[in-house]
């Protein structure tokens, strides 16, 4: 009894510690305003996009964010995963301002790191102090703070949430006989629904891992099942995400797809760069890992899975420079990862693990466990306080303020980044740029028509027949409906990448609007089947755990049995 209160009592400790940390990571955000990262403006868009189409009534997924480019709409919703913005939308719907609603979601987001990087050190580890330490510096580590406060890379910094876990999978895999099933496959759908450069970068890990690791992975014939059933489950929970997308590509190309906007080889850091901690792991971390690890050497007290965290940050640390040959890569697809330095995601955890788990092993040498443990958190807590202090004071630029409404300013919605969704043909100069912006053309005739807040597009055609060009960016998905409910033809304007649309002689008014696709509709159900399919696989599990459902079909037997013999007695 006394130790389950213990255990409880340090459970609740750590979480506190957990949301202390968080909260830390936080003070530059106690200012009024929100601090300014490269790519904020994007991302608040995003927030403000899904919000208004759900109060609209268009539902989810949210495929094309209709109010952006002054309401010609951007596909970005299909190819960029938005599931995990769902919290911040969230908490604008209960009355949050954008700024405040964002600063909310951030805090989750360093909470949730938290607690998979403690759980995933643990686990590791095999000690809540490793698990503390890799808590304290993962989520305070420079390149993560780096992303919130002078990236502003959402999509990143939800995906540095799963990262712990993905690792965790691959390690239970091999070295704990896949005790923890389905956690690989949770694991990589939510980096695929998070960020996908992420999710294939970890996938590259992984191909890694298990080559390295294909002795012992071939000999148990199970495992090699086990990660082929769930690399299957992992691709049907997401198949709403990425069949789509296949869909788009097949039917048509955008600019992602005729010219990247990086190339790694330009992108590549130099060893100062890297020393000085320029998106980077702080160089106070790595000097004091392997300060540790030769120390440990010497004295032949070192641990084994802290001494391959720290080649392996090495590794990854040279592999952002000029040495790895980046302009080969730039020739495959793998070009889309634009940023060597993204790899600084998986060197600031095996920094964080390296340093808990060769803590641990030292501390556990000397005398007074819990006082030492305390000090090593403490230390921990220090080098993070190092870390946010070269962030907050050197990097952060500025603070910008986000009022109830600012999107409703049609110019406010022009910030969609590098264009990389865009039709392939579209140009904003001829569309959202030009004086008969927002106008239907049909022929040499301009047309002004509404945009609904639904995202539809209406106008009145009169008398005008032949080919309409609607200001809406094209996307497969769009249909326009006349006021009897005669469907028209919908196509893509091969000169500027817009809805083009036939309209026959006295069509009335006509409603454009998108309405998706049949890979759209089925995938999602798909998906969502899936989901509750697994989630009552893991209810069952649980109950057979816990001897439930053995116990409820013995009692189930012993009822019929009694009710045969009152049968038989009558």
Request: net charge positive; charged share 20%; glycine share 8%.
């Amino acid at each position: 009894m006394r130790e389950k209160k213990k255990n409880r009592i340090e459970i609740l400790g750590i979480a506190m510690l957990v949301l202390l940390i968080s909260g830390v990571c936080m003070i530059p955000c106690f200012k009024t305003g929100l601090p300014y990262g490269d790519d904020q403006q994007v991302h608040m868009l995003r927030v403000e996009s899904i919000l208004k189409a759900l109060k609209s009534g268009q539902g989810y997924p949210v495929y094309i964010y209709q109010t952006m480019l002054e309401g010609y709409g951007y596909g970005m919703g299909i190819f960029y995963p938005d599931l995990f913005l769902l919290p911040a939308v969230l908490f604008r719907l209960l009355g949050a301002s954008p700024e405040i609603a964002m600063k909310i979601y951030i805090y989750v987001l360093m909470i949730c790191t938290g607690l998979t990087a403690y759980y995933t050190g643990r686990s590791i580890g095999r000690s809540r102090c490793a698990g503390v330490v890799t808590m304290v510096l993962y989520t305070m580590g420079h390149y993560h703070l780096e992303d919130v406060y002078t990236r502003f890379a959402l999509g990143e910094i939800a995906a540095m949430v799963f990262i712990p876990l993905a690792f965790l999978a691959l390690y239970d895999l091999t070295e704990m006989g896949h005790s923890r099933k389905g956690l690989l496959c949770v694991s990589y759908s939510c980096l695929m629904l998070s960020h996908t450069i992420s999710f294939v970068l970890c996938v590259v890990m992984g191909i890694i891992w298990v080559c390295a690791r294909w002795k012992r992975i071939a000999a148990c014939r199970r495992l090699i099942g086990a990660v082929c059933m769930e690399a299957v489950a992992c691709a049907v929970l997401t198949c709403y995400y990425w069949l789509p997308v296949l869909e788009q590509f097949a039917d048509g190309r955008f600019y992602v797809s005729n010219e990247p906007a990086f190339y790694t080889h330009e992108e590549t850091q130099t060893l100062l760069a890297i020393v000085s901690g320029k998106y980077s792991v702080a160089f106070i971390e790595i000097g004091i890992l392997a300060l540790m690890v030769f120390v440990s050497i010497y004295k032949k007290v070192y641990n084994k899975k802290a001494l391959m965290c720290l080649v392996t940050a090495a590794v990854l640390l040279v592999c952002e420079t000029k040495i790895f040959p980046w302009k080969l890569i730039d020739r495959t697809p793998f070009v889309s990862i634009q940023f060597p330095w993204r790899l600084n995601m998986f060197t600031e955890f095996f920094v964080a693990l390296g340093l808990a788990l060769q803590s641990v092993d030292i501390i556990k040498l000397l005398p007074s466990y819990r006082r030492n443990a305390c000090l090593c958190a403490a230390g921990s807590i220090l080098i993070g306080i190092f870390s946010l202090n070269m962030v907050w004071n050197i990097e952060l630029g500025g603070y910008v303020n986000y009022p109830e409404g600012y999107a409703d300013n049609a110019g406010s919605t022009d910030s969609i980044g590098f264009w990389e969704w865009l039709p392939a043909e579209g140009d904003l100069a001829t569309s959202v740029g030009a004086e008969s912006s927002g106008m239907v053309k049909c022929e040499d005739t301009y047309i002004r028509g509404r945009y609904g807040s639904d995202g539809s597009y209406e106008f009145d055609a009169g008398k005008t027949a032949g080919e309409c060009i609607v200001p809406k960016y094209y996307y497969k998905g769009y249909e326009a409906i006349m006021a009897d409910g005669r469907k028209l033809t919908v196509s893509k304007c091969l000169n500027d990448g817009l809805v083009e649309i036939s309209v026959s002689p006295e069509a009335g008014k006509v409603v454009v609007k998108y309405k998706g696709t049949k890979i759209q509709h089925w995938s999602w159900r798909i998906s969502i089947s899936a989901v509750l399919l697994m989630l009552l696989i893991l209810i069952m599990q649980h109950a057979v755990e816990k001897g439930k459902i053995q116990s409820y079909m013995e009692w189930w037997s012993n009822y019929g049995k009694k009710e045969n013999q009152v049968k038989k007695n009558c």
